[in-house]
């Protein structure tokens, strides 16, 4: 089964971390990725830009609204994914405590759905 890994810190966490940090936490996150691989988990992953880059569309009433920023109100944002393969959840969730963000901000694991064609 498929599980999203939703990467979720508070803006400015990243921007705050002492270069040589900010680079040993890119260089784990890719040997992490690397080794999902190497164990069949991994499907894809990426990180994502700021919020400021970011913008919402809603669709109401067949007309179109688009803002700026992500349209939840939260303290945390969505930062990065990583999409895995897992026999269940357990498994999901221990694959998920090794994400080197988690350090840093949240992981929220979600069963992906499968939709019918």
Not at 81 to 97: G, R, V, Y
Request: aromatic share 6%; net charge neutral.
């Amino acid at each position: 089964m498929r599980y999203l890994c939703a990467v979720y810190c508070e803006p400015g966490t990243l921007e705050a971390l002492p270069a040589a940090e900010k680079t040993t936490l890119d260089r784990d996150s890719v040997a992490y990725d690397v080794e999902l691989q190497r164990q069949g988990h991994y499907i894809a992953s990426d990180a994502l830009q700021p919020v400021s880059a970011a913008r919402t569309v809603r669709v109401r009433r067949s007309r179109a609204t688009i803002v700026d920023g992500p349209f939840a109100e939260t303290k945390e944002h969505l930062g990065g994914f990583i999409l895995i393969e897992a026999k269940d959840m357990n498994e999901a969730l221990a694959i998920a405590e090794k994400i080197p963000m988690a350090k840093y901000g949240t992981i929220e694991v979600r069963p992906v759905m499968k939709l019918s064609s």
